[in-house]
C-alpha cells in the first residue's frame, strides 16, 4: 500500500536525524518482530526506551546522544503501535500480552535487567512491566524513569481527551498536527518527526493496548529507584494528582517538574533539562 510506504520512508527518514550511530535490532519472537534501535557501546549498561503512543522510537533523537554515552541504549517500537516492529503472530491485545511480548523483547536483547524509560503511553507500559516483574529475585527493572506518565498515577484530563477524541479516532493529517499544536500551544517541533506523524495519520493504526492506572497498594511493591519527570505545561493532566498519587504509592522516589515543557515537546525542545535529570538519575 502507498500508504505504507510512505509511512516507512517517513519513519525512515526521522531515524536518519539521529546523531549517534544506530543498531537496527529485528527481534523475532511468536508475537511477530520487534524493532529495536541501538546505540551506545555494546558492553554498557542497558538502558530500554518506551515512546508514547504513535510516536515510535524515532521520537528519541535528542536524547541518545547524551544517553548513549555511558549506556547501551535499546529504542523499541511497541508492537501493538505503529513503528517498524510487524505484528504477525499470536495478538498482542491484552495487559498481559503486552508484558509476555516485552519479556520477549528483554529475552532477545540478552539483557537480564535494565533501567526502563518511558513517555506517556510508554510510562504506563513501563510501570505495568516493573509491577509485573516486581517480585524477580533478580530484579529486570534496576531503575524506572517515567516522563510526563499518563494513566500511571493520576487519570487523564477530561479537556485533553475531548479535544484529542477526533485526531485519535478519526486520524487525518490536519487533525493530528492541529491538535499536536494546540497541546504545545504552537511549538516548533522536529520537522521530520512531524511529517511521520502527518504519515501515521493514514497509515494503518493498529489499537493499543489500554488499562487503568495501578492501585496504591501495587505501587508500593516497587523496589528499585523512581524517577518522575513533569511538564509543568501539560495538558494531559493535572500535573499536582500525578505528584500526589505517586508520593502515595511509591517508597524510592525522586520528582522533577520542568517548567517550560508540555506533554509534546518534553523530549526534544526541553532535552537539555530533561538530558541532564535522566544522566543524574542513572549515576
Same mark, same amino acid.
Request: aromatic residues 6%; negative net charge; proline residues 7%.
Given at each position: 500500500?502507498?500508504?505504507?510506504?510512505?509511512?516507512?520512508?517517513?519513519?525512515?527518514?526521522?531515524?536518519?536525524?539521529?546523531?549517534?550511530?544506530?543498531?537496527?535490532?529485528?527481534?523475532?519472537?511468536?508475537?511477530?518482530?520487534?524493532?529495536?534501535?541501538?546505540?551506545?557501546?555494546?558492553?554498557?549498561?542497558?538502558?530500554?526506551?518506551?515512546?508514547?503512543?504513535?510516536?515510535?522510537?524515532?521520537?528519541?533523537?535528542?536524547?541518545?546522544?547524551?544517553?548513549?554515552?555511558?549506556?547501551?541504549?535499546?529504542?523499541?517500537?511497541?508492537?501493538?503501535?505503529?513503528?517498524?516492529?510487524?505484528?504477525?503472530?499470536?495478538?498482542?491485545?491484552?495487559?498481559?500480552?503486552?508484558?509476555?511480548?516485552?519479556?520477549?523483547?528483554?529475552?532477545?536483547?540478552?539483557?537480564?535487567?535494565? *533501567? &526502563?524509560?518511558?513517555? %506517556?503511553?510508554?510510562?504506563? /507500559? $513501563?510501570?505495568?512491566? !516493573?509491577?509485573? +516483574? @516486581?517480585?524477580?529475585?533478580?530484579?529486570?527493572?534496576?531503575?524506572?524513569?517515567?516522563?510526563?506518565?499518563?494513566?500511571?498515577?493520576?487519570?487523564?484530563?477530561?479537556?485533553?481527551?475531548?479535544?484529542?477524541?477526533?485526531?485519535?479516532?478519526?486520524?487525518?493529517?490536519?487533525?493530528?498536527?492541529?491538535?499536536?499544536?494546540?497541546?504545545?500551544?504552537?511549538?516548533?517541533?522536529?520537522?521530520?518527526?512531524?511529517?511521520?506523524?502527518?504519515?501515521?495519520?493514514?497509515?494503518?493504526?493498529?489499537?493499543?493496548?489500554?488499562?487503568?492506572?495501578?492501585?496504591?497498594?501495587?505501587?508500593?511493591?516497587?523496589?528499585?529507584?523512581?524517577?518522575? *519527570? &513533569?511538564?509543568?505545561? %501539560?495538558?494531559?493532566?493535572? /500535573? $499536582?494528582?500525578?505528584? !500526589?498519587?505517586? +508520593? @502515595?504509592?511509591?517508597?524510592?522516589?525522586?520528582?522533577?517538574?520542568?517548567?517550560?515543557?508540555?506533554?509534546?515537546?518534553?523530549?526534544?525542545?526541553?532535552?537539555?533539562?530533561?538530558?541532564?535529570?535522566?544522566?543524574?538519575?542513572?549515576?
Amino acid at each position: 500500500m502507498e500508504e505504507i510506504d510512505q509511512y516507512l520512508s517517513a519513519y525512515d527518514a526521522a531515524l536518519a536525524q539521529w546523531p549517534v550511530p544506530v543498531d537496527v535490532l529485528e527481534l523475532p519472537s511468536v508475537y511477530g518482530t520487534t524493532r529495536v534501535n541501538a546505540c551506545g557501546p555494546a558492553s554498557a549498561p542497558p538502558l530500554v526506551l518506551l515512546p508514547g503512543g504513535f510516536a515510535t522510537s524515532t521520537v528519541w533523537s535528542a536524547n541518545v546522544a547524551a544517553l548513549s554515552a555511558a549506556h547501551r541504549v535499546y529504542a523499541v517500537d511497541v508492537i501493538c503501535d505503529q513503528g517498524r516492529s510487524v505484528a504477525s503472530g499470536t495478538p498482542v491485545d491484552s495487559l498481559p500480552a503486552l508484558m509476555a511480548w516485552l519479556d520477549t523483547v528483554f529475552d532477545g536483547l540478552g539483557i537480564g535487567g535494565a *533501567v &526502563l524509560c518511558g513517555h %506517556s503511553y510508554g510510562s504506563w /507500559i $513501563a510501570l505495568q512491566y !516493573a509491577l509485573h +516483574r @516486581a517480585t524477580d529475585e533478580e530484579p529486570r527493572v534496576s531503575r524506572l524513569a517515567l516522563l510526563d506518565p499518563t494513566q500511571c498515577f493520576a487519570g487523564f484530563a477530561p479537556g485533553f481527551l475531548l479535544r484529542s477524541l477526533p485526531a485519535l479516532l478519526r486520524p487525518t493529517p490536519r487533525r493530528v498536527l492541529a491538535n499536536l499544536a494546540r497541546e504545545t500551544d504552537g511549538a516548533e517541533l522536529d520537522p521530520a518527526w512531524l511529517a511521520l506523524q502527518e504519515a501515521g495519520a493514514v497509515a494503518p493504526r493498529p489499537k493499543l493496548v489500554a488499562g487503568g492506572r495501578p492501585k496504591t497498594e501495587a505501587l508500593r511493591t516497587l523496589t528499585m529507584p523512581v524517577l518522575v *519527570v &513533569l511538564a509543568a505545561r %501539560s495538558k494531559a493532566h493535572s /500535573i $499536582a494528582r500525578v505528584e !500526589a498519587g505517586a +508520593r @502515595a504509592g511509591v517508597r524510592d522516589l525522586t520528582i522533577r517538574t520542568l517548567p517550560q515543557a508540555t506533554h509534546f515537546t518534553l523530549l526534544a525542545e526541553q532535552a537539555e533539562e530533561l538530558n541532564r535529570e535522566l544522566l543524574k538519575f542513572l549515576g
